[in-house]
Each structure stands twice: as C-alpha cells, then as structure tokens.
C-alpha cells in the first residue's frame, strides 16, 4: 500500500509522517485491498479558527472505490485521529454493502426526486478571468487537483478532475455518502445525462441533470 502525504501551504514533520504511518493498519484491516492513501494537512491562518486550524483530509483508493473522509482540530494529530474514526466507518459500510451484494442484496430503487427549484436567488460576481497559461482540469490526471488564485484577490479556485461513470441516483447516493461531501458528480445511466445530487435539508437530496442546448 502506497501512503502519500503532503501538506497545503505547510511543511509535513517527520512525527506527522511517522503517526500517519504507524496508523494505517486499521485501514488496512478494513479494507486489504487499499492500494493508495492520501493525506492532505492544512493549516487555516485566521487566529478566530484556532479551534479548528488544522485539516486533515484522507483519501483510500481501492481498485475503482474511492472512500475520503476529512476533519479539523486545534492540532495535527487530533484532527488526523478524527479524520480516520470517520473513514474507518465509511470503510466499514463499504465493506458490508459488498458482502450484503454478493449475498444477493439489492439495492433500493431510486426515489424520483422530481424537479429542484433554486431555494435562493443567483448571486453573480464578476471576477478576474483566468489566464490561459493557468491550470485547467484538462491538464490534470483523474483525481489530480490544483489551486489557481484569481489575479490580485484572495480568490482561490481549486480545479479537479473527476471521472464520471454511469450510475442510478441511488449509487450516486451512496458514493456521496462515502466521500463526505454534500454533492457527488456522475452520469445517469437511465437517462445519459450529466448529473449532480446534492444533500438538501434534513434527509432530503435534490437532483440536477445537464442536457446541452443543441440537443434541446
């Protein structure tokens, strides 16, 4: 198992790297298979985000599953063990949701979401393009990302590319509760569209669907 750690805008210390290393094993235990783990420090320089100024985000690589899991703490270590109690568990869920398959599980159906309406009015901020010479997602590798700072302001964007594959709304669910985000990318293999889901409030998700104009 390749382990690779880097820090965003930090120096990692050799007691950061040995903790990560000698940690490990319960993601291995979990999930043998692991072929890659990730870890990311952060540090947030606003003094009123001490509590939480360390981020540590973990990301397993197991053959096509992908499972992340981040948190933040007033130190590196703490925010390290939070981080992987909350991967460990998404690990486990994998796990189990495999065996629950090959024991002739099915899934749920996909509930029918029906139509989301923008809860909020847009917001449209005109800011600095980017110039060509800036990274774009086609430069970079599948799950490769890169921060490009917008001319002169405190403006970061960061670019990643993600690998979009054909999936119910119910897997694409599930794969978002997997990675901790509150929205998950992918193609809807009922309908070959680009999609998104998204957590809404409480238990409800919301859909969006991309068809192109000319195909309209």
């Known amino acids: 198992m390749e382990i690779v750690v880097t820090g965003r805008h930090l120096q ?4 950061f790297r040995d903790v990560v290393e000698s940690k490990m094993n319960r993601v291995t235990a979990i999930a043998p298979d692991t072929q890659r783990v990730q870890v990311v420090l952060s540090h947030e320089g606003n003094p009123r985000l001490a ?17 992340r899991a ?3 703490s007033s130190d590196d270590l703490s925010a390290l063990d939070l ?12 796990r189990d949701r495999r065996k629950d398959h090959h024991r002739g599980y099915e899934a749920a159906a996909a509930v029918d979401l029906g139509v989301v309406e923008p809860e909020t009015d847009e917001v449209v901020a005109e800011y600095e393009p980017l110039t060509p010479a800036q990274a774009v997602a086609g430069d970079l590798e599948p799950g490769e990302s890169v921060e490009v700072q917008v001319g002169d302001t405190p403006i970061v964007i960061r670019r990643k590319l993600h690998i979009a594959e054909p999936m119910t709304i119910d897997e694409a669910l599930y794969e978002m ?24 409030h409480g238990y409800s998700y919301g859909v969006f669907e991309i068809e192109s104009q000319k195909n309209l």
Do not use: C, Q, W
């Not at 990692?12 to 007691?15: A, N, R, T, Y």
């Not at 509590?51 to 499972?67: N, Q, Y």
């Not at 193609?187 to 957590?199: H, K, L």
């Open 177 to 200: 509760e997997l990675i901790g985000h509150d929205f998950f990318l992918f193609v809807n293999s009922e309908t070959n569209r680009p999609s998104v889901v998204y957590r809404r």
């Open 70 to 72: 981040e948190a933040s």
């Open 83 to 94: 981080a992987l109690d909350k991967l460990t568990l998404r690990l486990r869920r994998t």
């Open 12 to 15: 990692i210390k050799p007691k």
């Open 51 to 67: 509590d939480t100024a360390m981020r540590v985000e973990l990301t397993v690589i197991a053959g096509r599953t992908v499972v």
